[in-house]
């Protein structure tokens, strides 16, 4: 199930190809840093209830710390969370997940790009 969700992390990698600030600029700790900052807030959002097509406009509204660009992967990401049943999200810190899958898997994701 936790897998379902990894394999989203290939739908963030096109945040490297946005201008404002790329993944590759800031570089594999920090860019896995935000990228699973995103998905921590995507996850707490389904925990709090947040219906599936406010997610987007409720985590932005909060300010998040990661770069602008990075959010462009909420709706992508909360597709995946949001098929999750809540109890077995409440088991799972996805964000730790996601950023140490991210950085993993950098080169791999790089040399897809």
Same mark, same amino acid.
């Given at each position: 199930?936790?897998?379902?969700?990894? =394999? /989203?992390?290939?739908?963030?990698?096109?945040? !490297? #190809?946005?201008?404002?600030?790329? %993944?590759?600029?800031?570089?594999?700790?920090?860019?896995?840093?935000?990228?699973?900052?995103?998905?921590?807030?995507?996850?707490?959002?389904?925990?709090?209830?947040?219906?599936?097509?406010?997610?987007?406009?409720?985590?932005?509204? =909060? /300010?998040?710390?990661?770069?602008?660009?990075? !959010? #462009?992967?909420?709706?992508?990401? %909360?597709?995946?969370?949001?098929?999750?049943?809540?109890?077995?999200?409440?088991?799972?810190?996805?964000?730790?997940?996601?950023?140490?899958?991210?950085?993993?898997?950098?080169?791999?994701?790089?040399?897809?790009?």
């Amino acid at each position: 199930m936790i897998r379902k969700i990894l =394999a /989203a992390a290939f739908v963030v990698a096109p945040l !490297s #190809a946005t201008p404002s600030l790329s %993944a590759d600029a800031l570089g594999k700790d920090e860019s896995c840093k935000y990228q699973g900052q995103v998905m921590a807030a995507v996850q707490q959002a389904r925990l709090d209830k947040v219906p599936l097509d406010q997610v987007g406009e409720t985590i932005t509204a =909060a /300010a998040p710390e990661w770069p602008e660009n990075f !959010s #462009a992967a909420i709706p992508q990401l %909360a597709q995946h969370v949001y098929q999750m049943k809540r109890r077995d999200l409440k088991d799972h810190d996805l964000g730790a997940v996601f950023e140490a899958q991210c950085i993993e898997n950098w080169d791999q994701i790089q040399s897809m790009k």
